[in-house]
């Protein structure tokens, strides 16, 4: 893991200050990284924004210079920024021919389709047992198990009931309902929703990887992650920003949504075929600890975003673990 001396002041900084900078229309996120994403490069926060322009032409976009240099706890922090933007990774689509994970299961295991209602479908991250009653519960994200019209509900839909597959993998509504939407969160501690599993069995190993996830990650730059996505299936991809705050849009009345998390590319090492790390039907994948040729039983976070079509940068969001876990209330 890459360990930084100035970890503990930048994520007080991020916490503190981050919003303050995502007011600019023009800044997605703000998190901590390495200058020019480079591994070898000095500890940076790096901003995101919509496009690079001229000074001249900030103003007609209502966006300000971002500081060169940022004092930090009397401590000076080079910043750095790139272009990006990111989309949640649910999925609004027609009725398709089904494949495997697109099926019913019973028992259900994490890497397949779920949703709410007939709006979107995204992926079961986890399968997790409710720390209150220790029923067993899916864990995926809000705007998955939360949807209606094919956005997030911002009053929340709890003891609605929850589809695997979702509807738009199979219409037999009746025959599909897997349990109720039980509580969630939607902000800076994640974008994460737990549903109630009442009408099936399950299976907590993660399709395709061979584990269940047992143990949870604070993760650090430089960690390699892996993920089983509805959509884009087995990714590997490696941590290249921390303590992230990202600007998403879900289409709520009251506008965009500051999600925490962290970023995710590529693993150069373990490119996906087509460039893709997540497509939209994956919200909801668990990001697990991949280390040596090796997926470890600890889960690094909850995938919820990935980068707007036609940005060339190849991106992912991931909410912590303990931060979703402390508001969700489950164990493993």
């Not at 039907?281 to 280390?291: F, K, L, P, R």
């Amino acid at each position: 893991m890459a360990v930084h001396e100035h970890k503990d002041k930048l994520r007080r900084f991020i916490d503190n200050r981050g919003e303050d900078f995502l007011r600019d229309p023009n800044v997605t996120s703000i998190g901590i990284g390495r200058k020019d994403y480079d591994p070898a490069g000095p500890i940076s926060i790096v901003f995101t924004v919509e496009r690079k322009v001229d000074e001249s032409e900030m103003a007609a976009l209502g966006t300000a210079m971002l500081p060169r240099e940022i004092m930090v706890e009397g401590t000076p922090i080079p910043t750095d920024v790139q272009v990006a933007r990111y989309n949640a990774s649910h999925q609004i689509v027609e009725p398709e021919i089904p494949g495997w994970r697109t099926r019913r299961h019973d028992p259900v295991m994490p890497g397949i389709s779920v949703g709410h209602r007939t709006d979107t479908k995204g992926t079961l991250g986890a399968i997790v047992f409710d720390e209150r009653t220790g029923l067993p519960c899916m864990l995926s994200n809000w705007h998955v198990l939360n949807t209606q019209d094919g956005r997030p509900s911002e009053d929340g839909g709890l003891g609605s009931p929850i589809l695997q597959p979702s509807a738009k993998d199979d219409m037999n509504l009746a025959n599909n309902v897997i349990g109720m939407l039980l509580r969630g969160t939607l902000g800076k501690d994640g974008d994460a929703a737990l549903a109630l599993i009442a009408n099936r069995t399950v299976d907590p190993m993660i399709h395709g990887l061979g584990v269940a996830p047992a143990r949870m990650a604070d993760v650090d730059l430089e960690d390699t992650v892996v993920k089983s996505g509805l959509v884009s299936g087995i990714t590997y991809g490696i941590v290249r920003r921390v303590d992230v705050l990202t600007k998403i849009d879900l289409r709520l009345a009251s506008g965009p949504v500051i999600i925490g998390g962290f970023d995710i590319a590529p693993d150069p090492a373990r490119k996906p075929s087509n460039g893709e790390i997540s497509e939209p039907g994956d919200s909801g994948a668990v990001w697990m600890i991949h280390e040596d040729g090796v997926v470890t039983d600890i889960m690094a976070g909850l995938h919820c975003a990935g980068e707007t079509a036609g940005n060339t940068d190849e991106h992912a969001i991931a909410n912590y673990p303990l931060r979703i876990q402390s508001r969700l209330g489950f164990r493993f």
